[in-house]
């Protein structure tokens, strides 16, 4: 039946979390269409939503807790007065304690609570208050214990929660520090397979720590497809918790040693159809790369481990458990049916996809050791860079989202929104909106699973990292829904419980003893970067985005201190690039201007003018207007900000032009397939980072800067 009562569906959207209205870039308020309502709601779980029953959804959701004993979930933050509500049968006797993640019992202590009893489903049920005590940080776990009026003392009911007890505030860096940002995959050496590995990485790293860099900000290295052609984009996964294997350096395997010369003259015959790649400026062909590792990685994985390697390849599996294999048996079918999963295995709790699981045991086992030897890699490079005097050392980057049909929406559909996906609102550079093809963590399977998705990810990417960059930080809070076959402008916001969400990444974060940054650019409420803020969560800004109402750069002292500063991002050309109007040249052939190409000329020479004259009120730039001096210049500026971290792009340090992504294309522009080259667009490889002029004469101007400061 049509719902007609849009009042009522509007209190039942709004008790979901899902936005009835908003307002749009031009400050019109917008309303969101009725079916589009409908459908996110029911991608949420509210199905058959009708005039006659929309009340009882709205008393059902508002009211929520009193339907459960316990909460599904409790969080209790550090430093706060934290207490847990329970509902019972009024007069019933009931009791709570807390039993710690080691074992450890603690009885709740009952506060007065004087909230009125209510008639829940027909009972009459009241509420009970219990005062959390000081807990060490942990998943733990609340029982309550409820004995009925007039019952006997040995009936007794025993009902079970979550209790996430996480830090107030994400570790903060105790003095600043800077650090180089790459892409990877676009940084290689003479030794490397045609694209930047972690052994590239370790050495950039090195490289950098010798310039006092604290860590090195990289993209995403979650998983892509094993099989078939590899989505260049970063930020398009398969996964978000494992790792992309075509990282892996092989010969830095330990079992490389031990092969026999035929095995050995394999290994190397792979590397070399490759390994000229590093030699010709030419866009990366991650295929090819692939193709080439996996034929070597392969017959490394057939060569024997000692006992104590094996020993230590069963804990990492153990570790992992049932996540790292079912992303194996993912692999491994996607590999048997040559890259697409016919209808009888996409049921991953199917007897047919467990008859797979026990067939391709070999497989699943090869695609599980890639992620034990990516693991040890990780491990290995992390060492190296903080041995080198780095204070963070690797800063991973989390992506917002994973592919539509990837191993995460496979091996857990039940986390995510059927039917939605993720984009953004129109803009004033994306009038139509955007569509990032993404779907949603479904909050409230989400909830009901503990955050299992997002603990088990945030602690696989942290293990071996200092920092961890989260891209679009917005979406722990709200993200811009779109129901299959509607336009990007024909979504709406849904909400989510940020505050159980961020002190999950807290709590993983500080059990790695790792800093947090959030990209937190564009349109973010600004109650979230005060939020953000109380948190321990670094924000982003970038040079070319901080303004003043004039339109022209953002004094210095005006930036926020807890950020993370930076005179570009990886969607911008690099500094040489952008003073030169190269996102104008590249908008304007291929389409994507919102204003003529003139005009939008006048603008960007107006947006280097204003820089340029900003830069020399600073006495950071004299007459000489040379690239390299603007440049440098550029980073003296940031680092006159209170920001506790600054970022350096190591395109801007080489003096690359060509920009690694244009936002708004998908094969128009060679997205993430660049390779590192400097302004002349010779290449420049990992072994000449020491001894590079440009280089070093940044990180010399930006050290002395903040040696001032």
């Known amino acids: 039946m049509e719902v007609t009562n849009r009042e009522a569906l509007e209190q039942l959207a709004q008790a979901y979390g899902v936005a009835t209205e908003y307002?749009?870039?031009?400050?019109?308020l917008k309303t969101v269409a009725t079916p589009t309502l409908l459908k996110v709601l029911a991608a949420m779980g509210v199905e058959?939503?009708?005039?006659?029953?929309?009340?009882?959804?709205?008393?059902?959701?508002?009211?929520?807790?009193?339907?459960?004993?316990?909460?599904?979930?409790?969080?209790?933050i550090s430093g706060r007065e934290n207490t847990v509500s329970v509902h019972v049968?009024?007069?019933?006797?009931?009791?709570?304690?807390?039993?710690?993640?080691?074992?450890?019992?603690?009885?709740?202590?009952?506060?007065?609570?004087?909230t009125a009893p209510r008639e829940i489903a027909g009972v009459l049920t009241g509420q009970a208050t219990f005062a959390?005590?000081?807990?060490?940080?942990?998943?733990?776990?609340?029982?309550?214990?409820?004995?009925?009026?007039?019952?006997?003392?040995?009936?007794?009911?025993?009902?079970?929660g979550l209790l996430i007890s996480a830090p107030a505030r994400a570790r903060m860096p105790e003095k600043r520090g800077w650090g180089m940002m790459a892409q990877l995959y676009s940084v290689r050496s003479h030794a490397s397979w045609g694209l930047g590995d972690l052994a590239d990485l370790a050495e950039l790293g090195a490289v950098c720590a010798e310039h006092n860099a604290d860590f090195v900000l990289i993209n995403p290295l979650h998983a892509a497809e094993p099989v078939g052609h590899m989505t260049p984009s970063p930020y398009l996964p398969v996964t978000r918790r494992f790792f992309n294997p075509i990282y892996i350096r092989p010969e830095d395997i330990p079992e490389v040693a031990y092969l026999s010369a035929t095995a050995r003259a394999q290994?190397?015959?792979?590397?070399?159809?490759?390994?000229?790649?590093?030699?010709?400026?030419?866009?990366?062909?991650?295929?090819?790369?692939?193709?080439?590792?996996?034929?070597?990685?392969?017959?490394?994985?057939?060569a024997p481990r000692s006992r104590a390697r094996e020993q230590a390849f069963a804990r990492f599996q153990a570790l992992e458990g049932a996540g790292l294999a079912d992303f194996a048996l993912w692999c491994a079918l996607l590999e048997d049916n040559g890259g697409v999963l016919p209808a009888h295995l996409q049921d991953s709790t199917s007897l047919a996809v467990a008859q797979e699981r026990v067939r391709l045991a070999t497989r699943v086992e090869f695609w599980a050791w890639l992620q034990w030897i990516v693991d040890q890699q990780l491990a290995h490079t992390q060492q190296t860079v903080l041995a080198a005097g780095m204070e963070y050392g690797i800063c991973h980057d989390l992506a917002v989202g994973v592919h539509p049909v990837g191993a995460d929406t496979w091996s857990n559909p039940q986390a995510f929104a059927a039917g939605m996906a993720v984009g953004a609102p129109p803009d004033m550079y994306n009038q139509q909106g955007q569509n990032w093809s993404q779907p949603p963590w479904q909050p409230t399977a989400l909830a009901a699973s503990g955050f299992a998705p997002l603990r088990e990810m945030a602690r696989t990417v942290l293990r071996h990292a200092g920092a961890l960059r989260i891209d679009h930080v917005m979406g722990l809070f709200r993200l811009w829904w779109i129901p299959e076959g509607n336009l990007p402008s024909e979504g709406t916001y849904v909400r989510f419980d940020h505050e159980a969400m961020v002190s999950v990444l807290l709590l993983e974060a500080h059990l790695a003893n790792a800093v947090l940054i959030g990209e937190d650019l564009g349109t973010v409420e600004p109650w979230v970067r005060t939020y953000l803020q109380e948190r321990g969560i670094l924000g982003t800004s970038v040079f070319w985005f901080e303004k003043q109402a004039d339109g022209s750069p953002l004094y210095a002292d005006a930036y926020r201190a807890e950020i993370l500063a930076t005179v570009n991002t990886h969607d911008l050309p690099p500094a040489a690039g952008y003073l030169a109007e190269e996102h104008v040249e590249i908008r304007a052939r291929l389409g994507l201007l919102e204003q003529s190409e003139e005009d939008a000329r006048a603008a960007a020479r107006q947006e280097r003018e204003q820089a340029i004259a900003r830069l020399q009120e600073y006495g950071l730039l004299g007459d000489d207007l040379a690239e390299t001096t603007i440049i440098e210049a550029l980073h003296r500026y940031i680092a006159h900000t209170p920001a506790l971290l600054l970022g350096v792009s190591l395109t801007d340090a080489v003096g690359e032009r060509r920009a690694q992504n244009q936002p708004g294309t998908d094969q128009e522009y060679p997205n993430w397939k660049v390779p590192l080259a400097d302004g002349t667009q010779q290449l420049v490889l990992v072994e000449d980072l020491a001894t590079n002029v440009r280089l070093c004469s940044l990180?010399?101007?930006?050290?002395?800067?903040?040696?001032?400061?």
């Open 89 to 114: 049968p009024h007069g019933s006797q009931v009791w709570v304690e807390a039993v710690l993640d080691n074992g450890q019992r603690e009885s709740l202590q009952q506060l007065d609570d004087y």
């Open 23 to 28: 307002w749009g870039y031009d400050g019109t």
């Open 132 to 160: 959390l005590p000081a807990l060490p940080f942990g998943y733990h776990e609340l029982y309550a214990y409820v004995r009925l009026v007039g019952a006997p003392e040995t009936e007794v009911s025993t009902h079970k």
């Open 699 to 709: 990180a010399q101007a930006l050290n002395q800067e903040i040696a001032r400061h």
């Open 267 to 302: 290994v190397q015959a792979a590397a070399e159809k490759v390994r000229q790649l590093n030699t010709v400026n030419e866009l990366l062909d991650r295929d090819a790369v692939w193709a080439a590792k996996k034929e070597a990685l392969e017959v490394i994985y057939a």
């Open 48 to 76: 058959e939503v009708t005039d006659e029953n929309i009340w009882q959804k709205i008393d059902q959701q508002l009211n929520r807790h009193w339907y459960q004993v316990l909460p599904q979930y409790v969080v209790a």
